[in-house]
C-alpha cells in the first residue's frame, strides 16, 4: 500500500510540482488584484509629546523647533485594511525619556486599528527641541486705547480689573519681554466702555512677542475707559494789587492760549463757563512795565475737568500790560447838561450850564482811553432826587442847591475830581386868566 502511494506521487512528479507552484502563484496574483497593497496619506498629524517631566522637573523648558511636533504620514498595508483607517486612528508620540544629546526625540507612528497589518512612513523622523532654563518675573501691565472716540469727545480714565500679570518660560524668550500692553479699542464711542482686552507681549522695538513656550497667569484683563465731552472755555485772570501810582493795568491781558479745551461729564462741563486763574505770578505791584510770566492753569481747573488734549501740560504764558495814565480835558457844550427827575411845578435852572457855552472837565485813563471820549458825546445829569435824598428834603422849595453831576464816561475812563452844579429852583408864576 505505501508502495503504492509512493508510486503515485513519484509518477510524473516534474509535471506535478509544475501545477502546484503555478496553481500558488495563480493564488496570490488573484489575491493580490482582489486586495492589493496601497498607500493612504495623512497629513498634518500632532505629534504627542509624553514624559516630558523629565525636562520640566529639572527646572527648565523646552520648545519646539522647526514645527516638527507636526507629522505627514503614509500609511502602506492592503486596500480592505486601509479603507478603515482614518485621521483620527494614527498616533504620533515622541517620548522624552529617549531624548537625544543633540536634542531630538524620535517620533513613533501607530494605528488604534490593524496596527501590526500596516507599515508607516513619515516626512520627519525626530521632534527637534530648544531647552533652556526656565524664567518666571511679573510685569505690569500697560493699558492705552487704540482709535478715536466720536467729535466731540475725548479718553478720560483708563484702568484694569488687575495690573500684574506672572509670565514664566524658557529664560531666552522672557528676556525679550520688554512690557506687557492691554489696549481697548474706542473708535466711534461716545459712552464709557467696559470690555475684556487680550494681553499682548512686546520687545523694546514694539515688535509683538508670541510663543507657546510663554506662560501666564491670567490672559485678559477688563479694561475700563471713561470717555468724556469737551468744551472750550477761555481763560480770565485776577490781579491781586495795583502798578506804581500813576500807572494802571491796560484793559487786556494776553495769553497764550487765550481759550483751553476742557474735557468732563457734560452735566459738570455745563456749568463752566471760564477759568478763573489768580495767581502770585500776575503781581504787578509798582510795576511801571507790562509783565509775562508762564503760569500753570492745571490747579485752577473746575472739579470733575481736565484737560482734553492730554499732551498739554497746563503752562500758559500771561501778559499783564501796563499803561501810564494821562489827564485831557474836556470842554463839554452847555447844552449836554440837565437835570434829571426835576419837580414839575418849578422853573429848573443850571447855573453853570445857563451863562457859558461849555464846561471844562478833566477825565483820566490810559492814552487810547481818553483819545476815543469826544467831547460832544459826554452827557452831564445832576440828579435832583439824590439832591433831596443828600439834604434829607422831603418836597422842594424854590432856592438854590448843589447837586453832583454824573456823566456817561466809559469804565476805564475816570473824573480827574467831582464837579457839581448849582440847581436853581424858582417858582412858576400863576397866569392871571381874568381880563383885565
Not at 492592503?78 to 494614527?90: A, F, G, N, P
Not at 500692553?181 to 523694546?204: C, F, P, Q, R, W
Request: proline share 3%.
Amino acid at each position: 500500500m505505501l508502495k503504492k502511494t509512493v508510486g503515485m506521487i513519484s509518477n510524473n512528479f516534474g509535471l506535478k510540482f509544475l501545477a502546484v507552484v503555478v496553481s500558488c502563484g495563480l493564488w496570490f496574483v488573484v489575491n493580490n488584484i482582489t486586495d492589493p497593497m496601497e498607500t493612504k496619506p495623512f497629513n498634518n498629524i500632532p505629534v504627542e509629546i509624553i514624559n516630558d517631566d523629565m525636562i520640566t522637573s529639572e527646572g527648565k523648558v523646552y520648545e519646539v523647533l522647526d514645527g516638527t511636533n507636526v507629522v505627514n504620514v503614509t500609511v502602506v498595508g492592503k486596500r480592505s485594511v486601509l479603507d478603515y483607517i482614518t485621521k483620527d486612528d494614527i498616533k504620533a508620540v515622541a517620548d522624552m525619556s529617549e531624548l537625544t544629546f543633540m536634542n531630538t526625540v524620535g517620533i513613533e507612528v501607530s494605528s488604534t486599528r490593524n496596527n501590526s497589518e500596516l507599515e508607516f512612513r513619515t516626512n520627519i523622523d525626530n521632534v527637534k527641541l530648544s531647552i533652556e532654563d526656565m524664567k518666571r518675573v511679573q510685569m505690569i501691565i500697560s493699558t492705552s486705547t487704540s482709535g478715536e472716540p466720536a467729535d466731540g469727545y475725548v479718553v478720560g480714565n483708563v484702568s484694569t480689573s488687575q495690573n500684574i500679570v506672572r509670565l514664566s518660560g524658557p529664560e531666552s524668550l522672557i528676556n525679550q519681554i520688554d512690557h506687557v500692553d492691554a489696549v481697548a479699542n474706542i473708535d466711534g464711542y461716545s459712552s464709557d466702555i467696559n470690555t475684556s482686552v487680550e494681553l499682548k507681549l512686546y520687545d523694546a522695538d514694539n515688535n509683538e512677542i508670541r510663543s507657546s513656550s510663554i506662560k501666564m497667569n491670567i490672559s485678559t484683563v477688563n479694561v475700563a475707559v471713561s470717555i468724556f465731552a469737551t468744551k472750550e472755555v477761555p481763560l480770565s485772570f485776577v490781579i491781586p494789587d495795583e502798578p506804581a501810582e500813576g500807572y494802571v493795568v491796560s484793559e487786556e491781558i494776553v495769553s497764550v492760549p487765550e481759550t483751553i479745551l476742557i474735557a468732563g461729564r457734560k452735566s459738570v462741563l455745563d456749568n463752566v463757563t471760564r477759568i478763573t486763574v489768580s495767581d502770585a505770578a500776575l503781581s504787578v505791584a509798582d510795576r511801571t512795565e507790562s509783565v509775562t510770566n508762564i503760569i500753570n492753569i492745571k490747579k485752577y481747573l473746575p472739579s470733575g475737568t481736565q484737560f482734553a488734549d492730554s499732551s498739554f501740560n497746563g503752562n500758559v504764558s500771561v501778559t499783564v500790560g501796563i499803561e501810564r495814565l494821562v489827564t485831557k480835558e474836556l470842554e463839554v457844550p452847555a447844552k449836554n447838561f440837565a437835570a434829571g427827575n426835576k419837580p414839575g411845578n418849578f422853573e429848573v435852572t443850571l447855573r453853570e450850564a445857563a451863562d457859558r457855552d461849555y464846561y471844562t472837565i478833566r477825565i483820566t485813563g490810559t492814552q487810547e482811553a481818553v483819545d476815543a471820549v469826544q467831547a460832544e458825546d459826554v452827557i452831564g445829569v445832576v440828579d435832583m432826587n439824590m439832591i433831596l435824598e443828600d439834604l434829607n428834603l422831603e418836597e422842594w422849595s424854590a432856592g438854590s442847591y448843589s447837586g453832583t453831576i454824573t456823566f456817561n464816561l466809559p469804565d476805564n475812563v475816570t473824573l480827574g475830581e467831582d464837579y457839581k452844579m448849582t440847581v436853581e429852583l424858582a417858582d412858576i408864576a400863576e397866569e392871571d386868566d381874568e381880563a383885565h
